[in-house]
């Protein structure tokens, strides 16, 4: 009797190996078949024209824009799975430069940019994000004016030699976004 009840328990073990098997094959091919974004900012690397708009005070209700224009040069590094970002405009509040160093995650399969201006010199909070049908969002939270706000960056309208980027805050919990910042680029050949 007793290697009967054995006999069963190992039974029962078999079959139930047997039947999960194909649920664990198909975990991993999710993951396998996973995008993989590493290549998703390549279409930037390059030399850059900048128009820039930006917001002169953002979440207050102001709609005054300030314009500039000039260059921003990106290079890619890591074998692409980072790359720098060089901004320099001018525009009549003065001169802007800036820099982005971007990097990818393999195991989360998403970018995490940071932007330091030189005023500051320090690197701003990542927003976290990937692309998705030739559009790139990317998220954090961060304090502005005493309070933590949300922080939306839009990459669109991505062609071989244009794209645009926009950067807008929420200070309700992203119910309602305000673009703060555009910038439309065309490459330089």
Request: charged share 20%.
């Amino acid at each position: 009797m007793n290697a009967l009840k054995h006999f069963r328990k190992y039974l029962l073990a078999c079959s139930l190996i047997v039947v999960l098997q194909p649920l664990r094959g198909t975990s991993l091919q999710k993951t396998a078949t996973q995008k993989d974004g590493q290549h998703d900012f390549d279409f930037e690397i390059g030399t850059w024209k900048t128009h820039l708009s930006r917001l002169q005070h953002p979440l207050t209700g102001s709609h005054v824009w300030i314009e500039y224009e000039g260059s921003s040069v990106v290079r890619k590094i890591w074998d692409g799975r980072a790359n720098l970002v060089e901004l320099e405009v001018d525009g009549p509040t003065g001169h802007v430069e800036g820099l982005s160093l971007r990097f990818y995650n393999p195991q989360s399969h998403q970018w995490s940019l940071n932007f330091a201006n030189v005023k500051a010199g320090t690197l701003s909070v990542p927003t976290i994000g990937e692309f998705k049908n030739g559009r790139g969002e990317f998220y954090d939270q961060e304090p502005f004016n005493g309070r933590m706000i949300l922080v939306r960056n839009v990459w669109s309208d991505i062609t071989a030699n244009s794209c645009r980027f926009e950067q807008a805050f929420s200070d309700d919990g992203g119910k309602t976004w305000e673009t703060n910042w555009i910038a439309v680029d065309t490459r330089v050949k």
